[in-house]
Structure formats: structure tokens, C-alpha cells
């Protein structure tokens, strides 16, 4: 977990310590068509040496700002060895080979997470890069004539001014290029921008260099989506377990976070739980018989943490921020630098209870004994995606609508649905678990985000993950072959993070859409009213 600001104009602007305690700096350096500034801020993940940053590497010509990690970073650096010492015990130098060695292409073999700045002094290139899933941030604006990127909004040098977001008004979170701060643009999950001269820096053009698939291989069989799951899976947690730093797991007792543990057998073990909605007694049987540190807040302890949990997102997003607020922070507290998660393994395999009800209406629309209501049924399949998506009410259904016609694509209705998730509502929860983590110094990991995981699970059958009794089959066919206890295997109920809101307030009205404007109020006291 790193974080990086810069701007293509001698102007920069850092509050990004959190982000990077153990080391940060900042730097100059001229192409031939503009002055580039960079600003860094560093978290020892690896190569436990203090390094200057950001990273410049003389011999290849390239200066570098990096926020993230490439996984696979010592296979790749055999590859690029070529007699040449190496200057440092870490990613971004192979990155940096990486590139000088393949040019964007080099995105293709990386396995891993990243926002990243690529200033290639030899060619006069800035090269702005996502990773595929989107866990790391990368947001950009004009800076007079100029521009500016940061990992964090906050950390731009320019005046905020709220504008209009029209999925922030559908969802109760953004997650698309526009934001709701005017001029401020985030570069999408599987993008790259290529900046060599002025009129690439007064119009930006991303460029889509990673998709999820479309196709669905319909001859995949049972037993090999269930054996090449198992094996990448469990590649993915190990390597992100990987680390020099102490190792965290969040617990919630469902099946992404057992499946983790049961690989990584943790003695760092963390659950939120309440009074009102216990989460523990099911995270102790999935713990592989270790203790678990229990974390808990009431409605004052959220009430006085939203502002500052407010200013960490950037943006208003859902509750899940505020658990993730409080377990970050007492695993900080413990002394972990790394933690694991299983972010995106629902929107990848089916997880949402909204999946089986899709399930159900195409198996109404199968029987053939409901023939005559067919049409009706098919009519009713768009307004009935767009409902489940949409959480801000009929005023914003068109715009609901608008992304399901971006995102629904190929494929039957569980399908469309979960790619429209993989795109809005994972988009929100990789950005609530990197900035939770990134507020406490500490570097988020998502196991089921490893690109080979991804790509197997876009192209598996869905009736593979949906079926007429469960959700998520094949990951609990992997959690029964990995040992996880029967009970959590076989648990129906989604598990995830939330809070009681309602059950504190004990009045009608408080629920997810009161919450909403609670966290839009305090997103808008601290960067409009402050």
C-alpha cells in the first residue's frame, strides 16, 4: 500500500501519509514537451530497505510513482534479468524493466494490483495504468493547462467544487468514470492513459487495455470448474499472503473469508460483530481453531468516526466503510501491515440472494406450462434488473437502466446481473476496502481479484455457481475439498458487513437510504463546509 500524486506542471500537493509511513519524496524532471512532478508515499511491503521515492532507475531511463503490487514479481524478474545488477529487492523495478522491455503490453504479465506513473524520460512519455478489477485508485483532473493524477481525490492540488453524478444518485455510490466533485475523472479497472504531448494532457483518452469476458464456455464440465477453481484459488491466497510484514485475515464467518483462512490458517483472525447481529459464533468454526479478536462499535462510536471515514473514502459509499473503519484500525493497532479479504468472490460466482431470485424467474420463463405468459415474462426481465440495481428510487430508474443497457451484455439474467455488479457494486467495495485499509497504513489484498480466477470464473457455466438449491456451488464444492466445517459450507444465508442502523435507532425510516444521507451529509462537510 503505497500512494502517489503528481501533475504534468511543477505544482504538487501530498496528504497522503496514511497511506505510506515508512518513506515518501518528491521529484522533478522535464520531457521535451512538459515538466513533470511527482510525489510519493511509501509502505515496506517488501525490500524492508528505506528506498528513495519516487523510484528513479538512471539506467533505464524512467522515473516511477506506484501504489499496489505485482504478485509475480520474482518469476518476472528472472525473465528480465539479463546481466544487468539489479538496484533494489522489490516490484516496481521489475515493473520498470518490465516496461522498457514490452511497453504497455507488460500490463498483461503482471498478477497483481496497482494505480500507477510511468514517466519515460527516454521516449518523453507519461504512462497513467490501472490494474483489471480496479482495487487500486486512480483519479486525474486539469490543472490549468496541465494535468493532475493522484491515488486519493483529496490529494489533487485544486479547488473542490460538488457537481452532479447521476450514479451516485442510483446507487448511493459512484463507481464509474465521473465522480461528484466537478472535473475530477477516475480512470476506469483495465485502463491506461498514454500522455506525450500537450493535446493528450487538454483531452484524455483511456484506453481499455483488460475486460472481463462475455463468452461463457457452456462445454465446461463440473468436475473442471470445480478442479481449476480449486488450484487457482488457492495459488491466488498464497501468494498474496506472501508478504514481510505480519499478515491479517477478516473473518466474517461466510464462505469467502472461511475459504482464505482455510489456506492460510492465520493467527490473525478479525471479526466484526454486535449484540444485535452476531457474526462470531459461525467466523469461530470457519477459524481453523484459532482465536479470533472480536471488534465492535455502537451507534456513537459510528457517529463520531463517519466524518473521518467520510474524508478517507473520497466519495460517499455504503456502511461496509464503517465496519471496515474499525477492524482496520484495531488490526493496525495489533501490529499487521497486510490483510486479506474476499472481496469480489459474489459478483465472480453468484453470491447475491438477488442471483437466485433471477434464477427463478428464468426458470419461469422455461416452464412450458406458463407459455402463454412468456412475453410477459420477457417484457418484464430489463425493469426487473434495473429495480434490483437501483437504490435511489423511480426518479433515477432511467439512469438504472442506462447501466444495464452499458453493462448487461451477452448472456442469460444472472449472468448480465452479475456483470453489472462486477462493475458498480464491486467497484464500491474495492474502493471501501482499499481506503478502510490505506487510512490505517495498511494494504488491502482480494485473492479472488487474481486475474486467472477472474478470467475462469467469466467464461464458467452459470449453472456451475446458481442452482436450483444453492449459490456459489463450485466455491463450496473447493471449501468442502479444502476442509471448511460443513456449516459453513452449507450456510444459505448471506454474510457480509453491515450494521443495525435500524435496530440502534429503534425508529421506522432508519434504514440503508437514511444511512445514505447520513454519509453524503458528512462526505459534504468535509471537503465543501470545512
Known amino acids: 500500500m503505497c500512494g502517489f500524486v503528481g501533475s504534468i506542471i511543477p505544482h504538487t500537493s501530498s496528504v497522503l501519509h496514511h497511506r505510506g509511513p515508512d ?36 539506467y533505464l531511463g524512467i522515473v516511477f510513482a506506484y501504489n499496489g503490487e505485482v504478485y509475480n514479481w520474482r518469476a518476472l524478474r528472472e525473465e528480465l534479468s539479463d546481466g544487468t545488477p539489479w538496484m533494489t529487492e522489490c516490484d516496481a523495478e521489475v515493473v520498470a524493466r518490465a516496461w522498457r522491455r514490452w511497453g504497455p503490453a507488460a500490463l498483461d504479465r503482471f498478477n497483481g494490483m496497482w494505480g500507477m506513473c510511468l514517466v519515460d524520460e527516454r521516449e518523453g512519455v507519461v504512462f497513467l495504468a490501472r490494474d483489471r478489477a480496479g482495487e487500486k485508485p486512480l483519479y486525474y483532473a486539469p490543472l490549468g493547462q496541465g494535468i493532475c493524477f493522484a491515488s486519493e481525490v483529496k490529494a489533487l492540488p485544486i479547488r473542490f467544487e460538488e457537481t452532479p453524478c447521476a450514479e451516485l444518485e442510483t446507487l448511493e455510490f459512484d463507481c464509474l468514470e465521473t465522480t461528484p466533485f466537478k472535473d475530477v475523472r477516475r480512470l476506469g479497472p483495465g485502463e491506461y492513459l498514454f500522455l506525450d504531448s500537450p493535446k493528450s494532457i487538454a483531452r484524455p483518452q483511456p484506453k481499455t487495455w483488460w475486460t472481463l469476458s462475455s463468452e461463457v464456455d457452456e462445454s465446461m464440465s463440473w468436475a473442471r470448474a470445480v478442479d481449476e477453481t480449486h488450484a487457482l484459488l488457492v495459488d491466488a491466497i498464497r501468494l498474496r499472503a506472501a508478504a514481510e510484514v505480519p499478515v491479517a485475515v477478516q473473518l466474517s464467518g461466510g464462505l469467502d473469508s472461511a475459504l482464505i483462512q482455510a489456506v492460510v490458517k492465520s493467527d490473525r483472525l478479525y471479526c466484526v ?22 471488534v465492535t462499535f455502537g451507534l456513537a462510536d459510528l457517529l463520531e468516526a463517519l466524518p473521518k471515514v467520510a474524508w478517507h473514502l473520497d466519495t460517499p459509499a455504503t456502511w461496509t466503510a464503517v465496519c471496515q473503519w474499525f477492524m482496520n484500525r484495531q488490526i493496525a493497532e495489533d501490529g499487521a501491515v497486510v490483510v486479506l479479504s474476499g472481496e469480489g468472490a459474489d459478483e465472480l460466482f453468484g453470491g447475491y440472494s438477488r442471483y437466485r431470485a433471477l434464477y427463478w424467474l428464468m426458470e419461469m420463463q422455461a416452464d412450458q406450462h406458463l407459455e402463454g405468459y412468456h412475453s410477459l415474462c420477457a417484457s418484464l426481465f430489463g425493469d426487473i434488473l434495473a429495480k434490483m440495481l437501483n437504490r435511489g428510487g423511480d426518479a433515477t430508474l432511467a439512469h438504472a437502466r442506462l447501466l444495464v443497457d452499458i453493462f448487461g451484455g451477452k448472456g442469460d439474467l444472472v449472468q448480465r446481473m452479475s456483470r453489472v455488479d462486477f462493475h458498480t457494486t464491486m467497484a464500491c467495495l474495492l474502493r471501501m476496502a482499499d481506503t478502510m485499509a490505506a487510512a490505517h497504513s495498511l494494504e488491502n489484498r482480494s485473492p479472488f481479484l487474481d486475474y486467472r480466477v477472474m478470467e475462469l470464473a467469466a467464461i464458467m457455466p452459470m449453472r456451475w455457481k446458481v442452482t436450483a438449491s444453492e449459490s456459489k456451488a463450485v466455491l463450496r464444492e473447493v471449501a468442502r475439498r479444502l476442509g471448511v466445517p460443513g456449516v459453513v459450507v452449507d450456510e444459505r444465508t448471506k454474510k457480509g458487513l453491515f450494521i443495525p442502523w435500524a435496530a440502534w435507532r429503534g425508529e421506522k425510516g432508519w434504514d440503508r437510504s437514511s444511512f445514505a444521507v447520513a454519509m453524503r451529509e458528512a462526505w459534504r462537510k468535509v471537503f465543501f463546509d470545512g
Open 23 to 58: 518513506g515518501s519524496g518528491q521529484l522533478a524532471t522535464s520531457l521535451s514537451w512538459a515538466s513533470v512532478s511527482l510525489e510519493m508515499t511509501r509502505l515496506k511491503i517488501v525490500d524492508q530497505r528505506s528506498i528513495v521515492v519516487p523510484f528513479t532507475f538512471p
Open 273 to 294: 460483530t454486535f449484540p444485535e447481529a452476531d457474526n462470531l459464533t459461525a467466523a469461530r468454526l470457519a477459524s481453523c481453531g484459532r482465536e479470533i479478536k472480536s
